[in-house]
C-alpha cells in the first residue's frame, strides 16, 4: 500500500469538534444528559464507562445499562449533537481539492454509525477510522498507523484536522500534514496552521500552505 502515489491529499477530518459542534461531548454532552435522565453515577464513572465503550470494550447497550439507564435513551441523547457550520459547504466542494475525506474519531462505533447516517455524511465520507471498532484512540500513534494503511501510501499524502492540539502534535510527529480547527482562536496552535472555518479548506492556498503542495490551477 506504501507505494499509492495521489497527486491530490487526502483530507481526514476529526468528528467531535470538527464534524459536530461539541467537542467535548461527554462533559458537554453526555455527563449532563446521562444525569438529567435520573442515573445516580458520578462524572468518573461515567467517563469510565465512555472510555470503556469507545476502545470497544463494552457495547452500547452495555454503556446505558452500567449507568442505571434503558438503552432506547441513545436516540434522544445522539439527537444532541449538531453539525459544524460550514460541514455541508466543505463537503459538497471538496472534490477539487482532495482525492477523497475519511473520519479519524474517538467514539462509540454504533454511536458513530447512528450519527453519520443521521446527518447523510456516508455519500461524502466513505471511510470510518472510529476507535471503538478500532480498539484505539488519539492520541495513540497507532490509531495514525491503522488509517495510513488502510489508505495507503505514505503518511504525507494526508491533512488531518483536528480541534485538539495533542491529537495533531502526535499525527505530525508521524508525518502526517495538520491543520487545527479553532472557531473561537482560543487554543495555541503551536506547529499547526490555524483555520476558523471548514470552508477555508476550500482555499488552494491554504492548502498547499499546509501540504507544502503547489496550489491546484
Known sequence: MSRVRRSRPVLALDAMGVLYETGDDVGGLLVPFVQG???TATVAEIEKAYLAASYGQIDAASFWE?????PAVEDEYLSGHRLS??????????????????????DVAAWSVKLRRAHALEPAIPLWFVSGEIGLRKPDPGIYRHMRVHLGGPATGILFVDDRVPNLDVARKLGLHTLLFDPAGKTEPGAHPRIARLEELLDPKIVARATGRRPRR
Open 37 to 39: 435522565r435520573g442515573s
Open 66 to 70: 452500567r449507568l442505571g439507564l434503558n
Open 85 to 106: 457550520a460550514g460541514v455541508q459547504a466543505l463537503l459538497d466542494g471538496v472534490g477539487g481539492l482532495f482525492d477523497s475525506v475519511c473520519c479519524l474519531s474517538n
